[in-house]
Each structure stands twice: as C-alpha cells, then as structure tokens.
C-alpha cells in the first residue's frame, strides 16, 4: 500500500522559513519522480515543486521560484520542501505526490497526473 506522510507544517509569520518532510512507503521511492502540491482554502490543488528520481535539482511554479526547495533521499525514502521568504499567499495544505508514471524527467505539472498524495500537513503565513 502507498503511503506518503507529510509533516513539518505550522505557523509562521511572513518572511520566516519552514521545512515539510514527507515520508513515503509501500512503494519503490527511486523509481518516481516527486512533487509537493498545495490546497489554500476554497481553491484547487496547485502543483509547487518536481524533483526527478535521482539526482539535485527542482522544478518549481513561479510563485514560490527562489523561495522553496524541493530535496529527496532515496536511502531514506523522505522528500523535502525547504521554504523561505514565506507570503500570506503560501497558506495552504501541502502535500506530497506521486505521479501515476514512473519517468526519469521532472514530474507532470498537471495534477491530473498524479495517483496518490499525503493527507497534508498545513502552512499557516500570518502576522
């Protein structure tokens, strides 16, 4: 069974800096590409951040380009979301996601394209 466990999320005020940990299981982790996927209230699923299967290096949306960081350890079966300069905006439940194709090239930008995320952790930017 897939499984993706994110946590890391909490309140913080504009300008600070946050780091969401997903851990994943039940699956083989190097073999997919992983994204982080945002929820803000009364909106739809956005996709933030791709990572390939193996190696550095992210894809992102241009809201949160220069600002977050997308990492993985495959030894460990974990993905990352560093992010600084936190906006209001970024209010959202982040969730990690694995696309339903397993590719060696950045993750879809698509939402559509992905069969399983976490259950969320949430990212509160308020003053």
């Known amino acids: 069974e897939v499984q993706l466990v994110e946590s890391g999320g909490g309140l913080v005020q504009p300008g600070g800096s946050l780091r969401l940990s997903c851990a994943a299981s039940?699956?083989?982790?190097?073999?997919?590409?992983m994204s982080w996927v945002r929820q803000a209230p009364g909106k739809r699923l956005e996709w933030v951040a791709g990572?390939?299967?193996?190696?550095?290096?992210?894809n992102y949306a241009d809201s949160v380009k220069g600002r977050f960081t997308i990492t993985r350890d495959n030894a460990n079966n974990a993905l990352y979301l560093q992010m600084t300069s936190l906006k209001p905006e970024d209010t959202a439940a982040y969730h990690c996601?694995?696309?339903?194709?397993?590719?060696?090239?950045?993750?879809?930008?698509?939402?559509?394209?992905?069969?399983?995320w976490g259950q969320g952790t949430q990212v509160t930017v308020s003053s």
């Open positions: 990572i390939r299967r193996v190696g550095s290096g992210g």
């Open positions: 039940g699956f083989t982790f190097s073999d997919y590409g």
């Open positions: 996601a694995r696309p339903s194709r397993r590719s060696g090239l950045y993750p879809p930008r698509s939402i559509d394209d992905y069969d399983y």
